[in-house]
């Protein structure tokens, strides 16, 4: 009877530390959102899971630090400074991030529909498997950004510099492009269907025969040499400088 307990005993506690094991840990520190909510500052500070829900972190000193998983809706980061931090798989839908730093920043599969970043520094950026549904990324800067898989669907990238970006297997359908530095840009497997490509300057012709990009508007985009012939975009304008070489 004995062993009988002690075996009903042992298992329950299997049962319970496997429980306990793959639930998921809270990892907020609660020290460190208060000296973040109070003073604006939380450089290289443990925030991960934090509840930043429509916080006001407005010009917020954020370098280095992981908000991995943080819930920042709505939240204002506007001018904030975030360079290098850790947003992966961060909830940043609706939020404030105009003029924000964001050199070197991890934003893996982070939620950012709907998000403002006009004017925001993305250099070097790592946003593999980001959302950006609608996001207005308008004049934001993107040099060498990683965007492989995000999703741009309907977003503004009106005047952003892309230049040597990955945006391989990323979605762009409906996405306005115009005036956009593409040059140099990895655009393989990249969706373009109805995209707004016009005024933009796309040498990378290896790569954007790859791409797909159905009723795309190419008027007065500069494309490397052959590329029009290759394919059958329409409104396509050679670049007749390159060709004349």
Request: aromatic share 4%; with cysteine.
């Amino acid at each position: 009877m004995k062993l009988k307990f002690l075996a009903s005993v042992t298992a329950t506690a299997a049962i319970l530390t496997s429980f306990w094991l793959a639930a998921p840990v809270k990892a907020q520190n609660s020290a460190h959102v208060r000296q973040l909510l109070e003073s604006n500052e939380c450089e290289g500070c443990d925030l991960r899971n934090a509840d930043l829900f429509k916080a006001s972190l407005y010009r917020a000193n954020l370098r280095g630090a992981d908000l991995s998983g943080a819930n920042l809706y709505e939240a204002n980061l506007l001018e904030a400074d975030l360079s290098g931090a850790n947003l992966s798989n961060a909830n940043l839908v609706n939020a404030e991030l105009y003029g924000a730093e964001l050199d070197s920043a991890n934003l893996r599969n982070a939620d950012l529909s709907n998000a403002f970043l006009g004017r925001a520094n993305l250099t070097r950026a790592d946003l593999r498997g980001a959302r950006l549904f609608s996001a207005n990324l308008g004049e934001s800067y993107m040099l060498q950004t990683n965007l492989s898989n995000a999703d741009l669907r309907g977003s503004s990238l009106f005047r952003v510099n892309l230049h040597r970006a990955n945006l391989s297997g990323a979605d762009l359908s409906s996405a306005d492009v115009r005036d956009t530095n593409l040059q140099g840009a990895i655009l393989s497997n990249t969706r373009l269907p109805n995209v707004l490509l016009s005024g933009t300057n796309i040498n990378a012709a290896n790569n954007l025969r790859q791409a797909e990009a159905e009723r795309a508007n190419l008027r007065g985009t500069i494309l490397g040499p052959l590329v029009c012939v290759l394919t059958n975009y329409p409104n396509c304008t050679v670049n007749l400088e390159n060709l004349e070489r």
